[in-house]
C-alpha cells in the first residue's frame, strides 16, 4: 500500500524506524529486531540507508522481508549525495522488483572531502525528480522543524523545501524534536507557502543519558527544560531513564494527535521492546476501524 493511501484517511497513524546493519556478521539480529517490530502492525516501517549507500542491500532486503512475511507497508530510504544517477536507477529497479512502492528520498551527509562540483546528485529535489521517472512510487522527504544547519535562513529552509514538493514529494517526515510547539510554528510557516502534504512527526524515545547527549551534538536540537530535568534526575539510572523517556515520547505524541497531526514516525533505534511499549500506551487511540 502507499502511504498517501493511508495517510488520506485521516485517522491517527503510528510508524516505527529500523536500520540496517553496518556489517553482514549483524544483520541476523537486525533483520530479528525489524520482524519483531513488524509483528506488531504498525502502519508502516522505514529502513534506513546507509552513509555512502553501504547498505543499500540490507535496506532493500529487510523491507522486502517486512512487506512479505509481515504483511507491513515498508517505506525504504535512498540517500544519492554520494551515488551517481546508474546507482539510483539500478536500486529503484531492485525496489520495484520487490514490491517496495514507498520511497523517503534524501541527501544524505556529504562525506569529508567530497566536492560539491563532483555530484550528480546536490539537492535531494533532484532525486525526487529521478524516482518519478523509474516508477509509480509513493515519494517523500525530510524536512527540518528547527531548520536545516546549512540553511541560511528558516525563509531559504522552506523555499528549498518547497522545491522538493514542487518535484514530488507527496509527504515529508520531521526531524525529531521535543518541544512540539516547534511543530506548531513550523507547519503554519509551510502551509502559509503552500506546502500542504501530509506531515509525519518525527518523534524520538529517549532512554539513556548518554544518547541525548549525542543526539545534541549532532543536529543542536532545543530541549525544553521539563525534558532536561528527566534526563538529569534519572539519566544515570538505565532502567528509569527508558521509563521516563518513554512516558515523555508518549506525551508528546498524543498532543500531536490532539492537535490534529494524524501521522507520528517513532524513531525506536532497532528497539522492539521500546515501539511494544509507545504501542501500548496508544493502544486506544490509534485503534483501527475493521
Known amino acids: 500500500m502507499k502511504l498517501s493511501q493511508i495517510f488520506a484517511e485521516k485517522r491517527p497513524t ?28 504498525p502502519d508502516f516501517m522505514s529502513v534506513t540507508y546507509g552513509a555512502g549507500g553501504g547498505t543499500s542491500k540490507y535496506t532493500a532486503d529487510i523491507a522486502e522481508d517486512i512487506l512479505t512475511k509481515h504483511d507491513v507497508t515498508p517505506l525504504a530510504h535512498l540517500t544519492c ?5 546508474k546507482t539510483v536507477e539500478n536500486t ?66 522552506i523555499k528549498h523545501l518547497k522545491e522538493k514538493v514542487d518535484a514530488g514529494c507527496e509527504f515529508l517526515t520531521t526531524q525529531m524534536f521535543f518541544d512540539n510547539n516547534i ?9 502559509e507557502v503552500g506546502i500542504t502534504v501530509p506531515i509525519v512527526a518525527g518523534i ?24 532536561k530535568s528527566i534526563v538529569d534526575r534519572f539519566g544515570d539510572k538505565p532502567s528509569a531513564m527508558k521509563q521516563a523517556g518513554i512516558a515523555y515520547a508518549t506525551e508528546q505524541i498524543i498532543d500531536l494527535f490532539a492537535n490534529g497531526v494524524n501521522a507520528v ?6 528497539k522492539p521492546d521500546v515501539a511494544e511499549k509507545i504501542q501500548q500506551n496508544l493502544s486506544e487511540i490509534i485503534l483501527k476501524k475493521d
Open 14 to 41: 503510528l510508524s516505527f524506524e529500523v536500520f540496517p546493519p553496518k556489517t553482514s556478521d549483524t544483520y541476523d539480529s537486525v533483520k530479528f529486531a525489524a520482524e519483531k517490530i513488524a509483528s506488531l502492525k
Open 81 to 85: 549525495v554520494s551515488s551517481d544517477k
Open 92 to 157: 529503484l529497479f531492485s525496489l520495484k522488483d520487490k514490491k517496495i512502492e514507498n520511497i523517503l528520498a534524501l541527501r544524505g551527509d556529504i562525506p569529508s572531502g567530497f566536492e560539491n562540483e563532483n555530484r550528480e546528485y546536490k539537492y535531494a529535489s533532484q532525486l525526487v525528480s529521478d524516482i518519478k521517472k523509474y516508477g509509480d512510487f509513493c515519494v517523500g522527504g525530510a524536512c527540518y522543524p528547527e531548520g536545516h544547519p546549512e540553511d541560511l535562513s528558516v525563509a531559504d529552509g
Open 183 to 191: 511543530l506548531y510554528s513550523f507547519l503554519y510557516k509551510i502551509r
Open 204 to 227: 524520538m524515545p529517549v532512554t539513556n543519558g548518554k544518547q541525548i547527549k549525542r543526539i545534541c551534538s549532532l543536529s543542536g536540537t532545543y530541549l525544553p527544560q521539563r525534558f
Open 265 to 270: 514516525h517513532v524513531y525506536s533505534m532497532n
